[in-house]
């Protein structure tokens, strides 16, 4: 526990002493602040107050932020030639892996929280419903959690950060898009049920994240991104593993 909480003291100083956390921050929510403005012009009272908005906007764009907070964590202590005296710390390497993440998570937990401003907001104006709310923080904060995990394990793959970036990008968006994967399969046959669409949609991380954004709390959707940010570190700390042993 000591060294995971090492390796996040240290990735945490790292974040808030780059400008890039900032200048995330800083754009994210620019974006949201204009974006809801215009949401609250076009419904001028007419519509129920939605406070899933914001939040469900910050997880439609994490698979352009998660690749931006995890390209470096792990490929740039392999192009710097750091892994591997970090290696030789008295620490094994799921605390390293963890402790990187962790520090992912809290930044990005962070920015998640920054968001509540616009469901306080309206709650001045109106009467969000309070269930769906709950639902899709705690659903954005777990989805957030696995798709940095995703991240992390193409930034052990690879040196070179933008190509982690692309690669978690994509790997996040294919995830994001199962729902119409799951559809498209669905339309091509003739069958009232078809298990590969079911699976398909089951696998992706809409279908889990759009139930808890409707307000429905369900064991198997927060124990799927339990299990994505598990596979994920296992997956990382089996890369680095492997590093090592080959230095």
Avoid: C
Wanted: hydrophobic share 60%; net charge negative; aromatic share 14%.
């Amino acid at each position: 526990m000591h060294a995971i909480f090492a390796v996040f003291k240290r990735e945490v100083g790292l974040y808030f002493r780059s400008p890039i956390a900032y200048a995330i921050a800083f754009a994210l929510l620019l974006f949201f602040g204009i974006y809801f403005n215009g949401y609250l012009v076009y419904v001028n009272g007419q519509a129920p107050a939605d406070p899933t908005l914001i939040p469900g906007l910050l997880v439609f764009l994490l698979f352009l932020i998660a690749p931006l907070l995890t390209m470096r964590l792990i490929a740039e202590e392999s192009r710097e030639g750091t892994l591997e005296l970090l290696m030789t710390l008295p620490m094994n390497e799921s605390a390293f892996i963890i402790g990187k993440f962790l520090a992912a998570w809290f930044y990005y937990t962070i920015l998640l929280l920054l968001t509540a401003v616009f469901y306080l907001i309206l709650t001045m104006i109106g009467v969000p419903d309070q269930g769906a709310a709950f639902g899709t923080y705690l659903g954005a904060w777990l989805y957030g959690g696995a798709v940095l995990a995703i991240g992390i394990v193409w930034s052990a793959v690879t040196e070179d950060q933008i190509v982690a970036a692309f690669l978690g990008a994509a790997t996040i968006l294919v995830l994001y898009l199962s729902e119409i994967a799951a559809t498209w399969i669905s339309g091509q046959s003739t069958a009232s049920a078809n298990p590969l669409a079911d699976f398909v949609r089951e696998l992706g991380l809409q279908a889990h994240y759009s139930t808890l954004q409707a307000g429905i709390i369900r064991a198997e959707d927060v124990l799927y991104f339990i299990f994505m940010i598990i596979a994920a570190l296992f997956i990382t700390t089996r890369i680095v593993e492997t590093r090592r042993w080959r230095a």
